[in-house]
């Protein structure tokens, strides 16, 4: 499927069934597949089908990256066909371990806003921003629906505004507000039989809705091939051809981060970064039924790897980890001259 089709004409279930069939080929992103899968399935209203998934990755030898995703995402589909109590049985587990990734603490606290637990959903949300973000510097990407989620509720509880609320704000960059985005009230003005009343509120979804679509939509993003240190040198050693493309390692990352801002400053938007292995690169070589010292291969590769969800989004923030593997933050690393 490309990523700009539009949803209405998608058939997921032949979306499912070509994403599980690609999870057979790669196994290492069996994972990321099959949450897609499941993911086309729930839209196609096979909820069963997609619970399958979910407790196959759930039962399966292999280590998830995301165990509480999976199972989060596996309790917000149960509770939509009528299963309640093993629902709410998996959330409660996920709150008591308290995961450190903000996706699942998301995703069960929505599940329980959608179903009118507005106490629980608050209480969801607090736990997860003080979690995850008592002692950070400044809230990650990852963390912002938390604090839009928890605003969202607070305002349909008429809860005052917080300190939490006040950061949600500062985070917001859409042109409508949170505190009017999130009014309770304005669900009452499509009822209205004002036809300015309508026509202004119509309006204003259309904008939220294009914004929302703007933000959920991820295609595979321009993705630039990183090959760390070792990865480099075992790739050098094997094809020392390819070493006019890689005079060496510090000028391969400086020339990443220089590639990203030219087309970051050319409005190229969605930019990421994927890392290379020696044997996948051989594997996808020999899939082309092309030789790796072809340095043609390398873009073909990075495509590819950002195809299947390898791709790290660019820029990380400034205090997150530098893509590069240094250990350092971004913005002590090659973030130094970020503008």
């Not at 790669?26 to 997609?50: I, K, N, Q, T, V």
């Not at 493309?245 to 050319?266: F, K, M, V």
Request: net charge negative; charged share 25%.
């Amino acid at each position: 499927m490309r990523p700009d089709t539009p949803a209405e004409n998608v058939d997921h279930i032949a979306e499912a069934a070509r994403l599980e069939r690609t999870a057979g080929l790669y196994p290492e992103d069996a994972e990321a597949l099959l949450l897609r899968a499941a993911a086309h399935l729930e839209l196609s209203g096979d909820r069963p089908a997609a619970a399958t998934l979910y407790d196959r990755l759930l039962a399966s030898d292999a280590e998830l990256e995301s165990p509480y995703l999976v199972r989060a995402l596996k309790a917000s589909n149960l509770w939509e066909y009528d299963h309640e109590a093993e629902a709410r049985a998996i959330i409660d587990g996920i709150r008591a371990a308290a995961p450190r990734d903000p996706a699942p603490w998301v995703i069960v606290a929505e599940s329980l806003e959608a179903h009118d637990e507005l106490e629980q959903a608050h209480e969801t949300f607090t736990e997860a921003v003080r979690l995850l973000l008592t002692d950070a510097p400044e809230p990650p990407a990852a963390t912002h629906p938390l604090l839009f989620g928890r605003h969202r509720v607070r305002r349909m509880l008429g809860a005052a505004h917080d300190e939490w609320d006040a950061l949600a704000d500062t985070v917001h960059t859409l042109p409508v507000t949170l505190d009017e985005l999130h009014d309770p009230k304005r669900v009452w003005s499509l009822g209205s039989e004002n036809p300015a009343e309508l026509e202004a509120e119509i309006s204003r979804l259309r904008a939220e809705v294009g914004a929302y679509r703007t933000a959920l939509s991820r295609p595979f993003p321009v993705a630039v091939l990183h090959w760390p240190a070792d990865e480099l040198t075992e790739l050098l050693e094997a094809y020392p051809s390819l070493a006019a493309e890689y005079p060496s390692h510090e000028e391969h990352l400086a020339t990443i981060e220089t590639a990203l801002r030219e087309l970051a400053s050319s409005g190229t938007p969605n930019l990421g970064i994927v890392p290379g292995t020696v044997p996948s690169y051989e594997a996808f070589a020999a899939s082309e039924g092309t030789a790796p010292d072809d340095a043609d291969l390398l873009p073909q590769y990075a495509t590819t790897l950002a195809a299947r969800g390898r791709a790290l989004p660019w820029p990380p923030q400034r205090s997150a980890t530098c893509w590069c593997g240094s250990g350092r933050t971004y913005g002590e690393c090659h973030g130094t001259t970020a503008v």
